[in-house]
């Protein structure tokens, strides 16, 4: 079993402040208030989620879409104080799920503390491995931070990185910390990648009924965080929840070249 010790820091910093994100924290407060404000919701949806699927890229493309998902957790957030934050490892070759050694991740909102007693479950069980250096760089758990940070306030994080590793895997890493309503569930992942907006349309509207109805796997064209989700929906199938699609765009439709675009959805996750 590998250590706890922190490789190199108690804290991890940034690694795309001022990139995917605004880099001030009076800026990016801003951002984020405004993108959940403006968050589209299907009429009805007021119940509150037990997990989210929300996209991962710079804010000025895929924030819209976040916020649609962000929105629902407004009236529940007094009562969410741990988060299990899920994304694709995209720079380090991992060979199933890491969690960091560090006691904290920090945006320029502050610090947000490590669940260590989820992170010690998980290690102790023999479901994760420890390792700073696929945390270090990756943007899908970063990205959702600033979000988490302006409508939950305070919350430990339990952030995992994704590497090879098998639905079945997911599921189990999910199921050992799913706990009660005071933990939330957020699987970080964008959709299809780099298609013309028109076809990009079609196969994420494909690609959102699959996580809707539940009905097969997801792969890597589909979503860059497929196994994520693939866990997730596995351990939602399990426990009997239903799926429910917030939003669905498209980088062509927020701030991007309609030629080459990155599909983004917002699902939730519920009680049935």
């Keep these: 079993m590998l250590s706890l ?3 190199k820091s108690s804290s991890r910093p940034p690694a795309v402040a001022g990139l995917f994100y605004p880099g001030d924290a009076a800026g990016l407060r801003r951002a984020v208030s405004a993108y959940v404000a403006a968050g589209r919701l299907p009429d009805g949806t007021l119940r509150r989620p037990k997990a989210l ?3 991962h890229a710079g804010y000025v493309y895929s924030g819209p879409v976040a916020g649609s998902a ?18 694709p490892s995209h720079r380090v070759a991992l060979t199933g799920l890491a969690v960091p050694a560090v006691n904290a991740f920090t945006t320029p909102l502050g610090e947000v503390a490590i669940d260590r007693q989820g992170r010690e479950r998980l290690v102790g069980l023999g479901l994760v491995t420890v390792a700073d250096a696929p945390h270090e760089l990756e943007h899908s758990l970063e990205v959702q931070l600033p979000f988490l940070q302006v409508v939950l306030g305070e919350f430990e994080l339990l952030p995992i990185a994704v590497g090879e590793a098998t639905s079945a895997d997911v599921a189990r890493v999910i199921e050992a910390v799913w706990n009660g309503p005071e933990t939330l569930l957020l699987v970080s992942s964008d959709l299809s990648h780099y298609h013309d907006a028109v076809l990009a349309r079609r196969l994420d509207a494909a690609t959102a009924a699959a996580i809707v109805e539940q009905r097969r796997e997801l792969d890597g064209e589909q979503a860059c965080g497929a196994t994520g989700i693939n866990g997730l929906l596995l351990a939602a199938r399990r426990r009997g929840l239903v799926v429910e699609q917030l939003d669905l765009r498209n980088s062509g439709d927020t701030a991007g070249d309609a030629s080459r675009v990155v599909g983004y959805g917002s699902f939730a996750v519920y009680q049935a």
Excluded: T
């Excluded at 529940?76 to 741990?82: K, N, P, Q, S």
């Design 5 to 7: 010790k922190p490789e």
């Design 53 to 55: 699927i929300v996209p």
């Design 70 to 87: 962000y929105r629902l957790l407004r009236d529940a957030a007094a009562d969410i104080r741990h988060v299990v934050l899920l994304g």
